[in-house]
């Protein structure tokens, strides 16, 4: 199984007052012990670093950044393909609550033909599911 991991789902991991957090961590655990690939995108770990850095502070974005890099998530760099894929998506999408972002983690879901989306964004799910049909 080849998972991609949103930000939302490390932000909750290290953030003990989010409501998903334990949800976040089982899941987490979950993944690793079916062996699953994880994978997770620049744009994302910018995501977490910018939040982790405000809502926090700069040494928790640190932390997260040296953890993330130096485990066994693979991280995806957006090349031209993936933001066509992306700017297309993007240009269908009239909800408001889907950003550029959101789709670009869908374009590499798409790219790389990842089986899943993990997020808590529902109305992402909703645009992957439509997206990958």
Do not use: W
Not at 110 to 118: G, N
Request: glycine share 0%; net charge neutral.
């Amino acid at each position: 199984m080849k998972s991609f991991i949103d930000s939302n789902v490390y932000i909750s991991i290290l953030n003990e007052e989010e409501s998903t957090h334990i949800q976040s961590l089982e899941l987490l655990n979950t993944l690793k012990s079916q062996k699953s690939e994880l994978f997770t995108s620049n744009y994302i770990i910018s995501e977490c670093l910018t939040v982790l850095s405000k809502k926090f502070n700069h040494k928790t974005a640190v932390v997260f950044e040296n953890d993330i890099y130096s485990g066994n998530t693979k991280i995806l760099m957006p090349t031209r393909e993936i933001e066509d894929i992306a700017r297309t998506i993007f240009r269908k999408e009239i909800n408001k609550d889907i950003s550029y972002i959101d789709c670009t983690n869908i374009a590499f879901c798409i790219r790389y033909k990842l089986d899943q989306l993990i997020t808590f964004d529902k109305e992402l799910i909703k645009l992957f599911n439509k997206a990958v049909q």
